[in-house]
């Protein structure tokens, strides 16, 4: 049964990096659309970054020049690199996956079948 593991959240100081990973467990394949959600207290969950099958990737303003996501096919794991992390981007952070290949814009939320459990990202100024 396919199963979206994440790791790799913490708290750290603002300006700070820290690196998620979600390995991708019983999927065939990560030539699909992947992408990194948010949920912050009180808020809604909004698309992070997203990335295509054929790996054009989407971010939002809010993460723009400071987020990186990217994906190893070998590892079936996707990861998304934080840096210059800042106190609003503190939330639980989620990884999703879907059965498409190609997304007009990988964020989109409504591409997503299935979800990780979330890892809890807390950035203290």
């Known amino acids: 049964q396919a199963q979206v593991v994440e790791s790799g959240g913490g708290s750290v100081a603002a300006g700070n990096s820290l690196t998620l990973s979600c390995v991708l467990h019983g999927y065939t394949s990560s030539s699909r659309c992947m992408a990194w959600f948010r949920q912050g207290p009180g808020k809604e969950r909004e698309g992070v970054a997203g990335i295509s099958g054929d790996g054009r990737t989407s971010y939002a303003d809010s993460v723009e020049g400071r987020f990186t996501i990217s994906k190893d096919s070998a590892k079936n794991t996707l990861y998304l690199q934080m840096n210059s992390l800042k106190p609003e981007d503190t939330a639980v952070y989620y990884c999703?996956?879907?059965?498409?290949?190609?997304?007009?814009?990988?964020?989109?939320?409504?591409?997503?079948?299935?979800w990780g459990q979330g890892t809890q990202v807390t950035v203290s100024s």
């Open positions: 999703s996956v879907s059965r498409n290949y190609y997304c007009a814009d990988a964020r989109r939320i409504f591409w997503y079948n299935d």
